[in-house]
């Protein structure tokens, strides 16, 4: 483990204590697992921003499904009917 200095505001610094001592943790255990939890989620909403860079590529190079098939192929889920997915490749 290293070791990292951060200044607190004073009522950030409160409410870490009050925290570490409810959940009887050391506020380093807090701040480390609060820490933990936002860096999955920046690398969460990393994934989610290529995968939106990606669609928007897709869509301008034309793979597109018209909505009313969308639709069409939702409703027909749990359906004698059932449909396959819209085709993505034309």
Known sequence: ????????????????????????????????????????????????????LTAMASAADGKVVDAGEVHNWLDSWGTEYEQDAPDLTR
């Open 1 to 52: 483990m290293s070791v990292t200095t951060v200044r607190l505001q004073a009522e950030v610094e409160q409410q870490l204590e009050a925290i570490a001592s409810k959940l009887q943790r050391s506020k380093g255990w807090v701040i480390n697992e609060a820490l933990a939890q936002y860096i999955a989620k920046q690398h969460s909403e990393q994934a989610r921003w290529q995968q939106t």
